[in-house]
């Protein structure tokens, strides 16, 4: 049954909601001529008011009145949330009853529109009793558990604002969630461009089916910062530029009714990570600088990309596609599908928030370098130098780089800094040349050209101290047959130029055990020099070696006033330098033997990995900042030392 909500021939008043309440709109008090014997309580109702399906008026509360004479009570409520954040208030007739559309406004108030959630109010009741005249108030408590009326959500928004010249006809922009039941996911997204002249975007949100419109279904501002309003109650949602932002990412929670703009510069990096290696190495995309990143990677199975190579935050999985190309999301979603193990180009555009994946059958050189265009030079990749590369006589003139003996991905420009079909390389003079083409996303894609000396890369030392099993490598120190590299020995070893075969193998002539002659004529072993650490010397043309006892490698810089040595241990199980110091962020570097002979420092590092340490002339070491950190450092051969720093 209908009840008429009145209090002394007053219609039901609404007061308003407020953070602050402080007024009451209701009756006058009047002092007590004498005492009365007046008694009123308020019970709960007992169970949850469900707003969708509830009469014109809703019982908040069951009055219980008891008075000496007759008397006339009407109640006026203060309406609280569970944390006391937000009130609201207004009257109630003297049933307890309350329209249901002043209990809908009440509860999206105070919480939000959500029809999913149960929400409890807590409700303040004044009564005024009158007695014979005379005004009794009287303040009880309870609570009720509502559930509102959810807001109709579509299935699309359209953004209608400063960067599309308030077009309510406007497409450009869209607003969706992942296409599932908004109910179910009310979090809608959306990435707009930052403005060129880096000012401020003021914008609504159009409903699909208010396109074209009187904008009366617009999504607005609220008064409270964060949120926004249904049917265009309110005015221009604002994004305050940032200086930085080359985008912002749009999110709006249709059932919180929030929204909120994060400015989005791009990183030089993002990663990939998949069932290659068994989800433990992040490999890195190097990026433009718009967004774009690209790679070649060996894959072998499912993957995914992140933005940070030691953390899941904001990790990218599909949204829609297959293996070679798709949609990503930050949402929440299944794998990029497998594919069979090889290299594959590997771009990522986040500004499209795409992915594309194309097998890698070859890299090849093509030009007049060879005489014409028409023949391919095809590249073997080198697992050392993760390059493809390629020694060749070659004559002056014009090449480029390309992908799978076609045109469709080729790369040209300059040498250190590749465009897709960017303009033809020069090669300035005839010679035999060791080219290499880098593309492995540490870098932007990239060729180095150098004359070939006849002598490989790499020699390799096997020994002993791996039961004559592994190959370690001895990097080529830029002097034509010279190499270096640092190892653990432990027994009889020898030199080798191929890492995975013993021909023409170097052995031992004379000597002793920490210098001799070599040959490759066939011969012992060079001798046992102790079990240790050692720096490794070799002349493949002089046909010579000698060893440097590394007694210990420490750590020295600003933080001891480059005074003093943090001495490391050798674990030989990790193949590793290790020590724990407390440095800080003005710089370090390592050196062997307590003196400036052979240290190692680096200019390209994150502040908790440096890939790629300099000998004798790199750049000191910074941490991300100061504090006590594990040293991990890895020596294997010049050119391809590394640090791990790990904050305790």
Request: proline residues 3%.
């Amino acid at each position: 049954m209908k009840k008429i909500l009145s209090m002394f021939g007053v219609a039901l008043l609404m007061a308003g909601c407020t953070e602050d309440f402080k007024d009451w709109a209701g009756l006058q008090t009047n002092p007590a001529e004498e005492a009365k014997t007046v008694s009123v309580s308020v019970g709960a109702v007992g169970s949850t008011i469900d707003l969708a399906s509830a009469e014109e008026t809703v019982q908040l509360f069951v009055p219980n009145v008891q008075v000496s004479d007759e008397a006339v009570t009407a109640y006026e409520v203060v309406a609280t949330n569970d944390d006391a954040s937000g009130e609201c208030s207004f009257v109630t007739d003297a049933a307890g009853y309350v329209d249901a559309d002043v209990l809908q406004e009440v509860v999206v108030a105070l919480y939000n529109a959500n029809p999913n959630v149960e929400r409890n109010v807590k409700l303040t009741i004044t009564s005024y009793t009158m007695v014979n005249g005379q005004s009794i108030k009287y303040v009880s408590n309870t609570d009720v558990k509502v559930k509102p009326i959810g807001p109709v959500i579509e299935a699309a928004y359209y953004l209608t604002g400063s960067i599309n010249g308030w077009d309510n006809n406007d497409k450009t922009y869209m607003l969706t969630n992942d296409g599932s039941n908004p109910y179910d996911n009310p979090t809608f997204k959306l990435r707009i461009p930052a403005t060129e002249d880096g000012s401020n975007i003021e914008f609504k949100m159009t409903p699909e089916s208010g396109l074209g419109g009187d904008w009366s279904g617009c999504l607005a501002a609220s008064e409270t910062e964060g949120k926004f309003n249904y049917n265009n109650n309110g005015g221009n949602l604002v994004i305050v530029a940032d200086p930085d932002a080359l985008f912002y990412d749009l999110t709006f929670d249709m059932l919180e009714q929030t929204w909120s703009a994060v400015p989005v510069g791009f990183n030089e990096f993002i990663y990939e990570i998949g069932n290659e290696s068994g989800w433990s190495e992040a490999h890195p995309l190097y990026g433009n600088g718009l967004g774009q990143y690209e790679a070649i990677i060996y894959l072998d199975g499912e993957f995914k990309f992140k933005p940070n190579k030691d953390n899941w935050d904001g990790d990218w999985e599909k949204v829609s596609g297959d293996a070679t190309s798709g949609t990503l999301t930050t949402d929440g979603g299944p794998n990029i599908d497998g594919v069979a193990a090889g290299f594959y180009l590997v771009q990522v555009d986040l500004k499209e928030m795409s992915y594309k994946v194309t097998a890698v059958t070859s890299i090849s050189i093509i030009g007049t370098v060879r005489g014409n265009w028409d023949t391919d030079i095809d590249m073997t990749y080198n697992e050392n130098f993760k390059c493809w590369e390629a020694r060749e006589t070659l004559s002056a003139g014009d090449y480029k780089f390309r992908m799978n003996h076609n045109w469709e991905i080729n790369w040209g420009g300059s040498e250190d800094n590749f465009e897709h079909g960017g303009e033809n390389l020069k090669l300035a003079a005839d010679g035999a040349y060791i080219i290499r083409f880098f593309n492995n996303g540490e870098a932007p894609a990239h060729c180095t050209v150098k004359a070939d000396s006849g002598y490989p890369d790499f020699f390799y030392e096997i020994g002993n101290e791996s039961g004559w099993s592994t190959s370690h490598a001895l990097g080529a120190n830029g002097e034509g047959g010279k190499y270096q590299g640092y190892y653990y020995l432990d027994g009889e070893y020898k030199f080798k130029p191929n890492a995975d075969n013993w021909d023409n193998d170097l052995e031992y002539v004379s000597g002793d055990n920490m210098s001799g002659i070599l040959t490759s004529d066939g011969g012992p072993n060079c001798p046992d020099p102790g079990a240790g650490f050692y720096q490794i010397d070799l002349d493949a043309a002089g046909m010579t070696f000698s060893l440097t006892k590394v007694d210990v490698i420490s750590i020295i810089g600003d933080f001891n006033g480059w005074g003093g040595d943090v001495d490391m241990t050798y674990n030989k199980d990790a193949g590793c330098w290790e020590a724990t110091a407390e440095v800080n962020a003005n710089g370090f570097k390592f050196r062997m033997n307590h003196d400036w002979t052979i240290s190692w420092g680096g200019a390209n590092g994150d502040g908790k990995l440096y890939n790629n340490l300099t000998q004798n002339n790199g750049a000191n070491i910074i941490v991300d900042e100061a504090g006590t950190y594990k040293f991990q450092l890895y020596i294997s051969y010049e050119g391809n030392n590394k640090v791990v720093m790990t904050k305790q």
